[in-house]
Antibody
Framework: EVQLVESGGGLVQPGGSLRLACVASGFTFSSYSMTWVRQAPGKGLEWVSFINNSTSMIFYADSVKGRFTISRDNAENSLFLQMNSLRAEDTAVYYC?????????????WGQGALVIVSS | DIQMTQSPSSLSASVGDSVTITCRASQRVERYLNWYQHKPGKAPKLLILLASSLASGVPLRFSGSGYGTDFTLTISSLQPEDFATYYCQQSLRPPFTFGPGTRVHIK
């Protein structure tokens, strides 16, 4: 069974940093692309960042470019999102999700989410 | 960037009704269009990929169609577990934008 478990969320002050992790199990992590998607309170889904299986393709939403960094450790079956210079508008539940193949942008398995609150 | 719109933004329906949601892309996305279902407090669920392919384990009452800029998601006979918010997402080029969502609630 595919499982994705996010961790690292919490309360942080504006301008602060946080690192989210997503640990995968139940599939060959190194063979699949991964992504982060967020949902702010009362809002819809917003795509944040994408990384393919080999890290040769990495993309970011304009709203986080230059502040967030996606990475993965295939040996540890883990996906990461380093979030710097956090703003109130980054407050959201952050989901990690798996692509259907190594470069795929179709996301077929999702974690339960990690809540990030940016507030003073 | 490719912008996604959806209509309606919300709808009310009864169990057994047929429901159609429309998604439009600001540029052609060919068949690179996915549909997701999202319930409060739950993980989103992939329903349809590449405009019309049913994702694994998704009931046959869900179907998708369209190509280019205009797409539809149809639920042929609404079940109680189908009351949720539905999002389209383009997967042609980054940013892989989602539509604003369509909330389906009970009449």
């Amino acid at each position: 069974e595919v499982q994705l478990v996010e961790s690292g969320g919490g309360l942080v002050q504006p301008g602060g940093s946080l690192r989210l992790a997503c640990v995968a199990s139940g599939f060959t992590f190194s063979s699949y692309s991964m992504t982060w998607v967020r949902q702010a309170p009362g809002k819809g889904l917003e795509w944040v960042s994408f990384i393919n299986n080999s890290t040769s393709m990495i993309f970011y939403a304009d709203s986080v470019k230059g502040r967030f960094t996606i990475s993965r450790d295939n040996a540890e079956n883990s996906l990461f999102l380093q979030m710097n210079s956090l703003r109130a508008e980054d407050t959201a539940v952050y989901y990690c999700a798996r692509g259907t193949a190594r470069d795929s942008r179709d996301f077929d398995n999702w974690g339960q989410g990690a809540l990030v609150i940016v507030s003073s | 960037d490719i912008q996604m719109t959806q209509s309606p933004s919300s709808l009310s329906a009864s169990v057994g009704d047929s429901v159609t949601i429309t998604c439009r892309a600001s540029q052609r996305v060919e068949r690179y269009l996915n549909w997701y279902q999202h319930k409060p407090g739950k993980a989103p669920k992939l329903l349809i990929l590449l405009a019309s392919s049913l994702a694994s384990g998704v009931p046959l009452r869900f179907s998708g169609s369209g190509y280019g800029t205009d797409f539809t998601l149809t639920i042929s006979s609404l079940q109680p577990e189908d009351f949720a918010t539905y999002y389209c997402q383009q997967s042609l080029r980054p940013p892989f934008t989602f539509g604003p969502g369509t909330r389906v609630h009970i009449k």
